[in-house]
């Protein structure tokens, strides 16, 4: 099992490198990291989201998610 998972992720991760390749050869390197952050914090915004409604609104989980879904906590918590 540990095998599995150990070739999973290599292939995965390694796989990467050809296609980041193929891509500089095409598309200027700015571009390529503005889109990868712009999908990383939309992703990251998804997953603190759920994490706030799994938390409910208890503790920063809560918060975060909160803040990331426009709700409103009724309460000054420092968020700006």
């Known amino acids: 099992m540990d095998w ?5 992720l290599s292939l995965l991760w390694g796989g990467s490198f050809p296609f ?4 500089l050869a095409r598309v200027p ?3 390529i990291v503005g889109r990868r952050v712009a999908l ?6 998804l997953v603190v989201g759920a994490l ?3 938390a409910g609104e208890s503790g920063l989980a809560g918060t975060v998610g ?6 409103d906590l ?5 968020w700006r």
């Open 20 to 23: 980041s390749e193929l891509a």
């Open 40 to 45: 990383a914090v939309a992703l990251l915004a």
């Open 66 to 71: 909160a803040k990331v879904a426009g709700q």
């Open 29 to 31: 390197p700015r571009s």
């Open 74 to 78: 009724g309460e000054d918590r420092g």
């Open 52 to 54: 706030g409604q799994i």
């Open 4 to 8: 599995i998972r150990l070739w999973t």
